[in-house]
């Protein structure tokens, strides 16, 4: 029997509450597939979309209704499924299959999403932003090559892989020195912060220091493969930092990116050196035009990553190299998701929010 409605758990604007509402089930057609939802991780990003902007400092906000962001809106981008139907063009996948969902849509037409980069794409479609995501009983997807095999991984932590994963690898790739001796730091020892940890040490980076406020999650990430920890609350940062490194380092990936410590990622880079700058934290600082030249710094911005890249992350976490990042179990429904989202706002989550149905 086909089902007519769905559970969904929404945020309207407006409103930090999470709403469990009912929702048509979404019936595929031509490439589309319906998936029932399974695990469904819960990233910082949709404590951003719960608020309804990011801080750009002096800037003001930016407000997400005006960025194509409608509400009510059902979060959630880090989802594995199993598939419930499939559109008579759908290729290559069938009922009863589990699958993890690239949720980073673009529009199709673009140079980015021509050439492979949907991430990249100006008027993004992306799952659980522009369109419902995975906090629901059931995702509705554009087409069958959003969906990628990941049988023999454990499905929970597979799930984080589409987001926090992807951003780790993608901004890992980034940073990487031509010469692999050479440090990389990473700012933020949090969920994400420590999967770009592991992403380091299974691409076999041998020098990776992290700096977290919390001496739980520098625990983790020298489980994850940290050589070297950094306390943030150093009166000294810049200096502690390169203290801990022998010297100014080649790369800084910062997964927090404030008013704080991005100032401190600029500062600890050596000549020709890199900063990745994914957090979304929100604040601004000011680079010194004269040194920015004199020490011919690269600056890159570093959002999610594209299907490909995905496609090789999982690869990497089949083979076994990549050191799986602690997740935390609860229920997918509206309390909990409201929890979640509560705790990860607040700071210190030790490693990911996985939430399962039951």
């Known amino acids: 029997m086909t089902r007519t409605s769905m559970h969904a758990f929404a945020i309207f604007e407006d409103d930090h509450s999470v709403t469990d509402i009912e929702l048509p089930t979404p019936q595929p057609q031509g490439t589309e597939v319906l998936l029932r939802v399974l695990h469904s991780g819960v990233c910082h990003t949709d404590t951003h979309l719960r ?90 997807v554009p087409h069958s090559r959003y969906l990628v095999d990941v049988t023999g991984l454990d499905e929970r932590w597979a799930a984080t892989l589409a987001c926090s994963g992807l951003t780790a690898y993608s901004a890992a790739r980034k940073a990487m020195p031509a010469d692999p001796s050479l440090p990389v730091v990473v700012i933020g020892a949090g969920g994400v912060g420590l999967m770009a940890i592991a992403t380091l040490a299974a691409l076999g980076h041998p020098a990776i220091v992290a700096v977290d406020l919390q001496e739980r999650n520098l625990e983790l990430a020298r489980e994850m493969g940290a050589t070297a920890t950094v306390s943030a609350a150093s009166e000294d940062l810049v200096g502690a930092i390169t203290e801990a490194t022998g010297g100014p380092v080649a790369a800084v990936i910062d997964f927090v990116n404030n008013g704080a410590t991005a100032p401190a990622a600029f500062g600890a880079l050596r000549k020709g050196g890199t900063m990745i700058q994914v957090g979304l934290f929100g604040g601004e600082f000011t680079i010194p035009t004269a040194l920015l030249t004199l020490k011919i710094i690269t600056i890159r911005g570093s959002f999610v990553g594209s299907l490909d890249e995905l496609v090789e992350l999982v690869a990497l976490a089949k083979r076994g190299a990549l050191p799986q990042v602690p997740t935390i179990d609860a229920e997918l429904s509206a309390e909990a998701v409201q929890h979640s989202l509560d705790r990860l706002a607040a700071g210190g989550v030790p490693g990911r929010i996985v939430l399962s149905a039951s």
């Open 51 to 140: 608020e309804g902007y990011y801080d750009l400092g002096s800037r003001g906000r930016m407000n997400l209704v005006d960025r194509g962001v409608t509400y009510p809106i059902v979060l959630g981008h880090e989802v594995v499924g199993v598939v419930e139907a499939v559109g008579p063009e759908a290729a290559g996948v069938s009922v009863g299959q589990h699958r993890l969902i690239y949720p980073w849509i673009g529009c199709g037409t673009c140079d980015a999403c021509r050439s492979g980069q949907e991430n990249l794409c100006p008027t993004p479609k992306n799952l659980g932003v522009a369109r419902h995501g995975g906090y629901a009983d059931h995702i509705h």
